[in-house]
């Protein structure tokens, strides 16, 4: 899953970290990607502490995708 978490302080149109881990962790998918993080969110100390199975995300991130079939729609 891949959620907007761009600061800790709230913002009109953007979620917290805080309120992005709480959507993760009650959907519970595998893995969980932060994106769109603004200066005062720093890459290093802001992923160790968050929970396990979720990531912040990064430039250049290459994410393998398991091949779950056809899709029908």
Do not use: W
């Amino acid at each position: 899953m891949f959620l907007d978490a761009l600061r800790h302080k709230p913002h009109p149109s953007h979620s917290t970290l805080s309120a992005s881990i709480e959507t993760a962790q009650k959907l519970q998918p595998k893995r969980t990607y932060f994106t769109h993080m603004c200066h005062d969110v720093p890459h290093a100390s802001t992923e160790a502490a968050l929970p396990p199975g979720i990531l912040l995300a990064y430039d250049g991130l290459e994410i393998e995708v398991e091949n779950a079939g056809a899709l029908t729609v």
